[in-house]
C-alpha cells in the first residue's frame, strides 16, 4: 500500500478535527495550493478559528491571530518602529502580519483604514512601514472571518478588499450526527492536542508550483473568460467581477484539479468553483435586490447563459 503524500495527510488530519466538513476542507487547500487569501463568513461557533489553527499546527509554520476591534490601527496589523535608546537605533517590532498563516478574526468589526492595512500584503505579500518595504514570508496565506447575522458595530469590506480574496466559504452548521461526533471527540481533550505536523513550507511551496503546471486548454480560458465578462454585461448587474476574478477562477481551477489528482483541468472545476471565486465580487442592482434576486440565483442564470465546452474540447 502507498504512503499517503503530505497533501493527504493534511486533508485527513483536518477532516478528523473539522468534522463533517469535507467540501470546506477542500476548498481552504484549494486556496492554500492556489496561493490565494479566504474569507469565511458564517454564525461563531462553527469551527471557523479551530480550522485555521489545525492547519497551522499540520503545516508546523507561523500562525498568528489578529482580533479584529474598533480601535485596532494598521501599525497593529503591520508593525512599527521604535527608538532604542541603548543604541540609538530605530528597531522594527513586527507585526502579526508576518506569519505564514494569519487569522483575520471578525475583520468588519475594525475601521476601513485598518482593514487597508492588508491591502499591500494579501497583493504583493510584502508590507511598507515608514517607508521601508519589507517582504512576507511565503507561502502566505490571509484568512479572514466574518459574521453574516450581527451587523451592529461593523464596517462593510469595501469592494477593493473583497476582490483580494480568491474565495469565500461559509461553514454551515454539523447534521445531528456529526454534532455527535464533535461532542464525543472533545469529553477528554480538544482535537488539537492531538495534532503533530505533516508538511513543511517546502512541500507547499512544491505544490504551489504543481498546480501552476496544470492543463488548462484554451477552450476553457476562453469559457472562464465568457463567464467573466458575462457578469459586467448582465442587466441586473451593478458591478461585475474584474480581471483579477479571472485569474482567481483560473488559479483556483487549477489547484482543485492538482488537489483531485489530475493534471488537466475539466469544465466541472470552473463551474464548481465559480461560487466561491465570484459571488463576493458581484452586486446585485438595489431595484433587483428588493424584487428579491440574489446574488447567488444570478450567478446560477449567469452559468446556465454561457455554453460549456466539449469535453474532447477541453482535454
Same mark, same amino acid.
Given at each position: 500500500?502507498?504512503?499517503?503524500?503530505?497533501?493527504?495527510?493534511?486533508?485527513?488530519?483536518?477532516?478528523?478535527?473539522?468534522?463533517?466538513?469535507?467540501?470546506?476542507?477542500?476548498?481552504?487547500?484549494?486556496?492554500? $495550493?492556489?496561493?490565494?487569501?479566504?474569507?469565511?463568513?458564517?454564525?461563531?461557533?462553527?469551527?471557523? &478559528?479551530?480550522?485555521?489553527?489545525?492547519?497551522?499546527?499540520?503545516?508546523?509554520?507561523?500562525?498568528?491571530? %489578529?482580533?479584529? +476591534?474598533?480601535?485596532? +490601527?494598521?501599525?497593529?496589523?503591520?508593525?512599527?518602529?521604535?527608538? =532604542?535608546?541603548?543604541?540609538? @537605533?530605530?528597531?522594527?517590532?513586527?507585526?502579526?502580519?508576518?506569519? =505564514?498563516?494569519?487569522?483575520?478574526?471578525?475583520?468588519?468589526?475594525?475601521?476601513?483604514?485598518?482593514?487597508?492595512?492588508?491591502?499591500?500584503?494579501?497583493? #504583493?505579500?510584502?508590507?511598507?512601514?515608514?517607508?521601508?518595504?519589507?517582504?512576507?514570508?511565503?507561502?502566505?496565506?490571509?484568512?479572514?472571518?466574518?459574521?453574516? %447575522?450581527?451587523?451592529?458595530?461593523?464596517?462593510?469590506?469595501?469592494?477593493?478588499?473583497?476582490?483580494?480574496? $480568491?474565495?469565500?466559504?461559509?461553514?454551515?452548521?454539523?447534521?445531528?450526527?456529526?454534532?455527535?461526533?464533535?461532542?464525543?471527540?472533545?469529553?477528554?481533550?480538544?482535537?488539537?492536542?492531538? /495534532?503533530?505536523?505533516?508538511?513543511?513550507? @517546502?512541500?507547499? /511551496?512544491?505544490?504551489?508550483?504543481?498546480?501552476?503546471?496544470?492543463?488548462?486548454?484554451?477552450?476553457?480560458?476562453?469559457?472562464?473568460? @465568457? $463567464?467573466?465578462?458575462? &457578469?459586467?454585461?448582465?442587466?441586473?448587474?451593478?458591478?461585475?467581477?474584474?480581471?483579477?476574478?479571472?485569474?482567481?477562477?483560473?488559479?483556483?481551477?487549477?489547484?482543485?484539479?492538482?488537489?483531485?489528482?489530475?493534471?488537466?483541468?475539466?469544465?466541472?472545476?470552473?463551474?464548481?468553483?465559480?461560487?466561491?471565486?465570484? /459571488?463576493?465580487?458581484?452586486?446585485?442592482?438595489?431595484? #433587483?435586490?428588493?424584487?428579491?434576486?440574489?446574488?447567488?440565483?444570478?450567478?446560477?442564470?449567469?452559468?446556465?447563459?454561457?455554453?460549456?465546452?466539449?469535453?474532447?474540447?477541453?482535454?
Amino acid at each position: 500500500m502507498l504512503e499517503p503524500t503530505p497533501l493527504q495527510k493534511i486533508i485527513t488530519s483536518l477532516n478528523q478535527v473539522v468534522i463533517g466538513k469535507a467540501q470546506v476542507i477542500e476548498l481552504v487547500m484549494t486556496g492554500l $495550493l492556489a496561493d490565494g487569501h479566504l474569507l469565511i463568513e458564517d454564525v461563531p461557533g462553527v469551527g471557523k &478559528t479551530l480550522l485555521a489553527k489545525s492547519l497551522a499546527v499540520l503545516l508546523n509554520c507561523r500562525f498568528k491571530r %489578529i482580533q479584529f +476591534t474598533p480601535d485596532l +490601527t494598521p501599525t497593529d496589523v503591520t508593525g512599527f518602529y521604535v527608538y =532604542n535608546r541603548k543604541t540609538g @537605533e530605530f528597531v522594527l517590532r513586527q507585526g502579526p502580519v508576518m506569519s =505564514n498563516i494569519l487569522l483575520a478574526d471578525e475583520i468588519n468589526r475594525t475601521v476601513p483604514r485598518t482593514q487597508s492595512s492588508l491591502l499591500e500584503a494579501m497583493e #504583493e505579500r510584502q508590507v511598507t512601514i515608514d517607508g521601508n518595504t519589507m517582504p512576507l514570508p511565503r507561502p502566505f496565506l490571509v484568512m479572514a472571518t466574518q459574521n453574516p %447575522i450581527e451587523h451592529e458595530g461593523t464596517f462593510l469590506l469595501p469592494e477593493a478588499q473583497l476582490d483580494r480574496f $480568491l474565495l469565500k466559504i461559509s461553514m454551515g452548521y454539523p447534521s445531528v450526527e456529526e454534532e455527535e461526533q464533535i461532542l464525543k471527540a472533545q469529553i477528554q481533550q480538544s482535537p488539537l492536542a492531538g /495534532l503533530q505536523p505533516v508538511c513543511s513550507m @517546502e512541500d507547499i /511551496l512544491e505544490y504551489q508550483n504543481g498546480c501552476r503546471q496544470v492543463r488548462l486548454h484554451p477552450s476553457l480560458v476562453h469559457y472562464i473568460v @465568457e $463567464l467573466i465578462s458575462a &457578469t459586467r454585461s448582465h442587466p441586473a448587474v451593478a458591478l461585475g467581477a474584474s480581471p483579477r476574478a479571472s485569474l482567481a477562477l483560473q488559479r483556483a481551477s487549477q489547484a482543485l484539479a492538482f488537489l483531485r489528482d489530475r493534471d488537466y483541468v475539466i469544465p466541472d472545476d470552473i463551474k464548481y468553483l465559480a461560487g466561491p471565486v465570484l /459571488l463576493h465580487r458581484l452586486i446585485v442592482k438595489r431595484e #433587483e435586490r428588493l424584487h428579491g434576486l440574489t446574488s447567488e440565483a444570478l450567478l446560477q442564470e449567469i452559468i446556465r447563459s454561457v455554453k460549456v465546452p466539449e469535453s474532447d474540447e477541453a482535454l
